[in-house]
């Protein structure tokens, strides 16, 4: 099973700044199936991007990917205030798939 | 709109059964694969199991393989979770979500509200 971690586990950021959110896996995620998720209570949780760097459908272009093999990054260029909630990285390469164990961002 | 709703969920004792059904509509539903999530009391996101458009390609997690079967009924719009010999730690609330794509290969676009199910004695 591929193990993804997640850091920071907290984030703590104020309006307008970068938050950079890091997914790392215990082995190789095949053609880079990785998607990120956003959560917050109450909520289903919402489809970011895709396949490492491919934002979804109505994702803000502030939202961005990247990264490969083992190391991939959640980017998020200027925080806005319903950007706060917690993320999750999730592979879909190798099953069975898996879940992070999430970033919550929160304000400063 | 897609929507997908989530229902079955309930209080249950332990060792006991539970299915948990999930209606979509707004799209064409053999059209995609489907999962199911679960989201325990205070904690992360676990994916739980996958079902491609024509049942072919089945997979679940390690928590639920041989207790849990997924299954679905394209003809009535609808994804199940059979979930058998339920334990405490089952307790959680459980999403159904659509694949992007006709087989787990895209990630999960839209999801349900979820459906609650606690497991205590």
Redesign the interface.
């Not at chain 2, 992360?44 to 994916?47: A, D, F, N, P, R």
């Not at chain 2, 997979?59 to 390690?62: L, M, P, S």
């Given at each position: 099973?591929v193990v993804l971690t997640q850091s920071p586990g907290t984030l703590s950021l104020s309006l307008g700044e970068r938050a950079t959110l890091s997914c790392r896996a215990s082995q190789s995620v095949r053609?880079n199936?990785l998607?990120w998720?956003q959560?917050k209570p109450g909520q289903?949780?919402r489809?970011l991007i895709?396949?490492a760097s491919h934002r979804?459908?109505g994702i803000p272009d502030r939202f961005s990917g990247s990264g490969s093999g083992t190391d991939f990054t959640l980017t998020i260029s200027r925080l806005e205030p319903e950007d706060f909630a917690?993320y999750?990285c999730?592979q879909?390469g190798n099953?069975?798939?898996?879940?992070?164990?999430?970033t919550k961002l929160e304000i400063k | 709109e897609v929507q997908l709703v989530e229902s079955g969920g309930a209080w249950v004792q332990p060792g006991r059964s539970l299915r948990l059904s999930c209606v979509v509509s707004g799209l064409t539903f053999n059209d995609y694969a489907m999962?199911w999530?679960r989201q325990a009391p205070g904690k992360?996101?676990?994916?739980l199991s996958?079902i491609n458009w024509n049942s072919e390609k089945i997979?679940?997690?390690?928590s639920v393989k041989g207790r849990f079967t997924i299954s679905r009924d394209n003809a009535k719009n609808s994804l199940y979770l059979q979930m058998n010999s339920l334990r405490a730690e089952d307790t959680a609330l459980y999403?159904c979500?659509k694949d992007?794509e006709f087989n787990?290969?895209?990630?999960?676009?839209?999801?349900?509200?979820?459906t609650t199910v606690t497991v205590s004695s």
């Open positions: 099973e053609s199936y998607a998720y959560h289903a949780p489809f895709h396949a979804a459908t917690v999750y999730q879909y099953s069975p798939y898996t879940f992070g164990q999430g | 999962h999530v992360g996101l676990e994916w996958y997979a679940y997690a390690d999403y979500a992007v787990p290969y895209g990630g999960m676009d839209v999801w349900g509200q979820g």
